[in-house]
């Protein structure tokens, strides 16, 4: 979960630089890999939808990574995958997945911190926090990973969208090439602050400046969900996922209730400190 999330520029290489602050969930897939078996990913789980199950997949294409860097054939290895969350929907799931294929796999092969590190870092730009969890700010396409003091666990209640669209990131990107860019004073000041509960309100995410143009009926869905809460709604990462973060276990459940018969569905989970 991006609790700030700062869009500073763009890169030669089209990328773009960021800084945020992200935070892991106690929401997770769950990833079995095991050598001696049919090679191949297989996708399972209540959102397994929209997640593939091919090479094109980022836990398999993690495993090739560290399989190249370290000299190893992926002859016999499997990839299971059982979604507990929603696929493309800013939350960090294909990355996470991939995150811990070359855990799982660097522990197999002895694979040192800075080669599961290289390999993360060449599957895509968020992988490298999941092999640091907790709290940290990460910079660069964010690769550059910080660990910082972790957060207090506090509900969180998420809130999924039935439809995202294609090319989102890219779409939303573009969109925000038009505007000014973030500073990065956001990110530093969340830094820097002592450890405490997150509010709703000191939540930032540049994509919201686009977003609700770009997802269709979302900014209706922050609306009614706002209207029901009386308190701010987020949105997760580039999307469409919207969040609402507190303290009060009794309004988290009345925030998870807030998404009856409205068009998402609704997970109720906790921040996770890490180690």
Not at 90 to 103: E, P, T, W
Not at 157 to 181: G, H, N, Q, W
Not at 229 to 238: N, T
Not at 241 to 261: H, K, M, V
């Amino acid at each position: 979960m991006n609790l700030v999330l700062e869009v500073t520029g763009r890169r030669p290489d089209g990328y773009h630089e960021i800084d945020t602050v992200l935070q892991a969930l106690a929401l997770a897939d769950r990833v079995t890999v095991t050598v001696g078996a049919a090679a191949g990913v297989a996708v399972a789980g209540p959102f397994a939808a929209g997640t593939p199950a091919d090479e094109t997949n980022l836990a398999w294409r993690a495993a090739e990574a560290l399989a190249r860097q370290l000299g190893h054939s992926l002859t016999g290895v499997s990839v299971a995958l059982e979604k507990q969350i929603p696929a493309a929907g800013g939350l960090g799931g294909g990355a996470s997945d991939a995150a811990a294929v070359i855990r799982l796999l660097g522990e197999r092969w002895g694979a040192t911190h800075e080669q599961e590190l290289a390999a993360a870092n060449s599957v895509g730009s968020d992988e490298a926090f999941f092999l640091v969890g907790g709290t940290a700010r990460a910079r660069g396409r964010g690769e550059r990973v910080e660990r910082l003091i972790p957060l207090p666990r506090q509900p969180l209640v998420l809130f999924i969208p039935l439809a995202t669209v294609e090319r989102k990131t890219a779409r939303m990107f573009a969109a925000l090439d038009e505007l000014p860019f973030d500073s990065g004073e956001v990110s530093e000041a969340f830094a820097r602050r002592q450890p405490g509960s997150v509010r709703a309100a000191a939540v930032f995410n540049a994509f919201e400046r686009v977003a609700f143009d770009v997802f269709e009926g979302l900014a209706e869905l922050r609306a009614a969900l706002e209207g029901r809460i009386g308190e701010p709604v987020h949105l997760a990462g580039a999307g469409p996922t919207l969040f609402w973060i507190g303290s009060d276990e009794g309004q988290a459940r009345r925030a998870l209730a807030s998404a009856r018969g409205l068009a998402c569905s609704a997970i109720l989970t906790t921040t996770e400190p890490g180690e």
